[in-house]
């Protein structure tokens, strides 16, 4: 497997990687990645789909990207996901898979038409006493010395990083900014988290710096993730005949390791709740999803709590993956990640508005119409001075396709679950759905004596906990993640938000995505590129425009210097006058 950049390779079919027709692939859960996969062996790999199996241990697919109507709840959605131009291997993929709208056009195409026609921006990021303006200006507010704290960081090897966490790294000069206000909400990134993850996400994201105030460099789709993303690609394998084998429960995964050769033998498994045992040759192949940022996450309704169960159960993805990580060192310590929940939880919530009550509200802190079928947020809405941070944004209507007319569905979350609310005086771990609504309310500026009646009858709120889903930001060292492919490997890979890549962030999915194209090309020798991460930490171009824009646009010379650093500034910009330095310089307004 190698890297590639430009179209050269990206518009070209690999030939039939040898052997292939004798292999069979084993691809554990059912989750982006796992999806994936199985979509570059079919189209990459030229693997024929019923030699694809898919071992779930749920009744439906999806894993994280979900987006159901419960029959005994209604409209939920645990999580949303924000999607970047650059999203290289995603884009790459969808371009293969089929809309399920629009005959003779693929994801990619209704997604970038999308798009292109409503894009994506917010016109109120951020709100305070109930609803008013927080007027953050689209300013990062940050002083000189947190920009220096941020570039410092920038700049800092990985290896300096290792198990250090965000406020190691920053004071209150960054943790008191907007920019932090921006950053924690948009990545729910906790102050105790990675600061090495901090730091990929400033690398990989620098060209949209710029964009963090108001959304403009995100893209969403048309509805929830499952319905616009999982199901084109549950349709396009099932039209391949992969094999999808709902109930079972892999739960563990046995190898033989000599010296530098690691190979699969044996998948254990619960089928239906009967222990099964697959056997595996060096010609079958697994993919294996390790961990789980939904595992344990609960659903409450509107009159009960979502239950906190810190308690892994035998059989889940962690369980699992620990059982593997003891066979060998370079299977990752699970440890890392999953042993702190309250430190890697947070809770959302699904509000649905029932009648015509609500919306006005929304309207008036979005200032769109709501049932415009456009963008509405644009984004998240933050609520500055809100015990539990909650944040709430509703993405383009309907967000499913049953969803009857004249109802909203939006998304709620707070990254501290357990504290009491402002109105409803509990931690939102205690909360109903209605107590969750309310206290959403009451920062919307409904007025206190209509609260708990439009929340009761005009809104139908599903709480969900999920205590580790942020649980991959925890501080980590080398080698904590596997490598998608381990040294040594002979017919396996790990992929997912617990595997390791270079240089890519987890919480996208991008990052499944990335791990299960290289996973699939290294294991079947698919000669063809896998794209590059973007290249915008390498472009001074966007290096400059992004320091102008942490700086909130002001130029180099506008800077609290000393005098010493005023006369060696000036020393400079005197050897680069008429220069191409110069020029460059002036166009992104560094000088």
Partial sequence: MYYSSGNYEAFARPVKPEGVDRKLAYIIGSGLAALSAACYLIRDGQMKGERIHILEKEDIPGGACDGYEHSDRGFVMRGGREMDNHFECMWDLFRSIPSIETEGVSVLDEYYWLNKEDPNYSLMRATINRGEDAHTEGKFSLSDKGSMEIMRLFFTPDEKLYDKSIEELFDDEVLNSNFWLYWRTMF?????????????????????????????????????????????????LESHNVQFHYGTQVVNVEFDIQNNKKTAKKISCLREGKEDNINLTEDDLIFITNGGCVENSTLGDQNHPAEFKTELKPGGGWDMWRKIAIQDSSFGYPDKFCSNPEKTNWMSATVTTLDDKIPPYVKKICKRDPFSGKVVTGGIVTVVDSNWLLSWTFNRQPQFRTQPKGQLVGWIYGLFTNKPGNYVKKTMTECTGKEICMEWLYHMGVPENEIEGLAEHSANTIPCMMPYITAFFMPRSAGDRPAVVPQGSVNFAFIGQFAETERDTIFTTEYSIRTAMEAVYTLLDVDRGVPEVWGSVYDIRALLNATVQLMDGKKITELNLSLKQKLALKEVLKKIKDTEIERLLKKYHVI
Avoid: V
Wanted: charged share 20%; net charge positive; no cysteine.
């Fill in 188 to 236: 729910a990134f906790e102050n105790w988290h990675s600061a090495l993850e901090m730091k990929r996400y400033i690398h990989r994201y620098i060209h949209h710096i710029g964009g963090l105030p108001d959304f403009k460099a995100l893209r969403f789709t048309k509805y929830n993730q499952y319905e616009s993303m999982i199901l084109p690609m549950i349709k396009y």
